[in-house]
């Protein structure tokens, strides 16, 4: 993975230096709340219910296990030892002390770390593929080019008070595993006819208010001028975005009152008079960054291991592990390893500093040593033998981290939700875990299969709902907390945006809901169809009357 | 006098600047003596007056752009322009970021380039990056404690005004002139 040089290394403590002057001012009243504001949340700093929050930038989700150990060392020593993976790949400390955070950012830059534009109104943390440089079915590896942009975003001087957050997704398979479309920049990978590789460029995707999937407005971007093309799309936001309504002041909104074609017109006008200029790429300099992502030695070996094989077929526990939380690899007798965080009983993505050293020693002894966070809130282990998959399952279970759930409806995404965030209308933790508790049979989710549950606590959607197969969105009525559920949300490739399925839930009414939308599935479906392929023949109707099947008093139903 | 920070060091400043308040125009407004700041709506209407006080006293020109005025505002004038002042009106509105970017790289303007209004030492160093070389801080705020801002890193990852050679190519990321 990219490793600092002295020029990052300078950055990075630089910056560490800059915040702590600035916390040093407003603690003492230089600096107001206003005025300090926007400079915390570029640290990634927010002060939340019970004590400020800070999110760690885990770059497009890629961690070292020397990381790890230091982030199981900062969750101990200045939190209560406990992270929370996010949905864009970040790490967040709930419980941290405003007067500390300097030091945390000073220990953090030791392992090349940091919590630059975690937040605010900047060009965020770049995600991409959790599975880069090791799936099959790569056009070519994203990481040098989010690195690329991770650079040309950090500490950009013309684009830090933008009129809103800007998240940008680099894709590289066709089976998109980053939701580009539901990004400000979603960036895809691709060869033209002769072979260049380019972009084709999605602008004004999002979830939030107003969940819109990005139009195209560029086929095929030659890759030497990723910088300068989104410098053009950055420029035109931020000289004509919305700046006097919070809730209009995403890019999306720009795009849709201008129209794609005239937005793409103007950004290739001001594109124009930046290409071939200082922000494009050459030749030596992609060579640079993309030296840094190497792949280990691999051994050569049998497609199938004789011993797993024995191993998946005589152990029952271990197989339906292999099934669900294995992945192929591009190398034979190697597999890629999901590391689940949504023990039943835990709030999804979260992780003890115990279990991130734990995490630290298995990336060491069974795979490369580097580890990657998902957008699903896991933690992927890229380069695992076959052979050693046995061994590595019996000490992730001991630890808590081999919950046989991944891509099930048990492996639900969702935000900290009330119990930890101020924008939250409703908790969302405890509906996860009501979910979780009503579906712990694994062979019944075994043969529900590939289901995704997304859970947001409020309208910014970080739970990634409308994406979800099943999405659950807290709402707030009269001061209570209740529940809006759509279906027919899905990520990858022809991602879709779910539909409302009618009024909202009370809390204590979750799990039945869920499980009427599964029985519905159920009894509808046609062999090897999954929940979306089901729904999408038969319609949200019949989900619908089923779930809504009840007396209304009964089910305590809000306003519509 | 007021001061401001110039070319990373503090002087004062004899600029004065017209603002239009309630029933002014620009047709009407009056113009004190010396050397203005005027809005663009005031140098549009008023231009060869404006130019006829520069020969006559010698006061040379500068204007003042809103957040909402781009360059475009004064594209074809920018040569006549000893100061073109950007006003911040909250300091968290970046738009004088790509008006200042603009001015330098696209315009061609190479006079002094000053930001007023919300100004604060916690954004220098961006301003100083995008082309400004002046900062008329907010009026309660202390010059002399703002500068040392300006130096708060000694690279860049990206090329903006200050590194805006067209041959320099992104080898690496590049260090900022001391």
């Known amino acids: ?11 990075v403590a630089e910056r560490v230096a800059q915040f702590r002057d600035q916390t040093r001012r407003h603690l003492i009243g230089e600096l107001s709340e206003d005025e300090f504001r926007p400079l915390r949340l570029q640290n990634g700093l927010y002060v939340q219910r019970h004590a400020p929050m800070l999110r760690i930038a885990v770059p497009y989700g890629m961690l070292n296990s020397r990381q790890l150990t230091k982030l199981a060392h900062v969750a101990r020593t200045y939190d209560r030892g406990v992270g929370h993976f996010t949905t864009r790949q970040n790490l967040q400390l709930n419980w941290v002390k405003l007067p500390e955070v300097p030091d945390i950012l000073a220990e953090l830059a030791e392992v090349e770390m940091h919590a630059i534009q975690t937040s605010g109104n900047c060009i965020r943390n770049v995600t991409s593929d959790h599975f880069a440089g090791v799936a099959a079915d790569e056009i070519a590896d994203p990481r040098p080019w989010a690195e690329l942009l991770r650079q040309w975003s950090s500490f950009h001087p013309e684009f830090a008070y933008l009129p809103r957050k800007f998240k940008i997704a680099v894709n590289a398979t066709k089976n998109d595993r980053t939701v580009a479309a539901a990004h400000d920049i979603g960036l895809h990978l691709t060869r033209d006819a002769a072979g260049e590789l380019g972009f084709t460029v999605q602008v004004g995707g999002g979830l939030g208010r107003t969940p819109i999937l990005g139009p195209v407005i560029r086929e095929f971007l030659p890759s030497r001028h990723l ?5 053009a799309i950055l420029r035109i936001y931020n000289r004509h975005g919305r700046r006097d309504n919070i809730y209009k002041a995403r890019i999306k909104i720009l795009v849709k009152s201008l129209g794609t074609a005239e937005f793409a017109r103007q950004v290739e006008a001001e594109w124009e008079t930046l290409k071939d200029g200082p922000e494009d790429l050459c030749a030596e300099e992609v060579r640079r960054i993309a030296a840094h992502f190497t792949t280990p030695d691999y051994q050569l070996l049998a497609d199938k291991d004789a011993l797993f094989e024995v191993r998946k077929r005589d152990d029952k526990a271990f197989g339906r592990w292999v099934e669900r939380n294995v992945h192929g690899h591009k190398v034979p007798g190697y597999a890629v390893v999901t590391l689940s965080l949504k023990a039943p009983g835990l709030a999804p993505g979260d992780i003890t500093a115990t279990q991130m050293e734990t995490v630290a020693t298995l990336a060491d002894d069974y795979s490369s040593g580097e580890l990657r966070v998902s957008h699903e809130q896991n933690l992927i282990l890229s380069d695992v033998r076959q052979r050693d998959l046995y061994p590595l399952w019996q000490e992730a279970r001991a630890a808590g981290l081999a919950t046989p759930t991944v891509g099930h409806l048990a492996d639900i995404v969702c935000c900290p939700g009330g119990d930890y965030c101020s924008l939250a209308n409703a908790k969302s933790i405890p509906i996860a875990q009501a979910i979780q508790s009503r579906f712990e049979d694994l062979d019944y989710l075994h043969d529900i299969g590939e289901l995704s549950l997304n859970i947001s606590g409020c309208m910014n959607a970080c739970g990634h709902h409308h994406v979800g197969n099943i999405g659950v969105l807290g709402v707030d009525k009269h001061g209570e907390e209740w529940y809006q559920v759509t279906i027919g949300g899905s990520q990858g490739h022809g991602a879709s945006i779910g539909e409302t399925l009618g009024p909202s839930f009370a809390a204590d009414e979750m799990a039945d809901v869920i499980e009427r939308l599964v029985e519905t599935y159920l009894s509808h479906r046609h062999a090897d169809e999954q929940f979306i392929d089901t729904l999408r023949r038969i319609g949200v109707a019949p989900f619908k009357s089923r779930v809504y099947a009840t007396p209304h008093e009964e089910r305590k139903i809000a306003n519509a | ?22 029933d002014d125009t620009p047709e009407t407004i009056k113009l004190p003596v010396g050397r203005l700041l005027v809005p663009a709506r005031v140098w549009r209407a008023r231009r060869a007056e404006l130019i006829g006080r520069e020969y006559e006293h010698g006061w040379a020109l500068g204007v003042r752009l809103t957040a909402e005025e781009g360059p475009e505002a004064i594209a074809t004038d920018v040569d006549d322009f000893t100061v073109i002042a950007v006003e911040f009106s909250r300091f968290a509105d970046g738009r ?25 030492r916690d954004q220098l160093f961006y301003l100083q990056r995008v082309g400004f070389d002046a900062f008329a801080l907010r009026a309660d705020k202390n010059s002399e404690d703002a500068q040392a801002s300006l130096a708060d890193f000694t690279a860049a990852y ?7 050679s067209s041959l320099q190519r992104r080898a690496t990321a590049t260090r900022l002139a001391a």
């Open chain 1, 1 to 11: 993975m990219y490793r600092y040089d002295e020029i990052d290394h300078r950055l």
């Open chain 1, 227 to 231: 910088l300068s093309y989104c410098e």
């Open chain 2, 1 to 22: 006098m007021p001061n401001i920070i110039k070319n990373g060091i503090v002087i004062d400043d004899d600029w004065k600047t017209v603002t239009l308040t309630g």
């Open chain 2, 96 to 120: 004088g970021y790509s008006t200042a970017r603009l001015l330098r790289t696209r315009y061609g303007y190479c006079g002094e380039l000053r930001a007023t209004g919300d100004v604060l």
């Open chain 2, 158 to 164: 990206q090329s903006a005004a200050d590194l805006s």
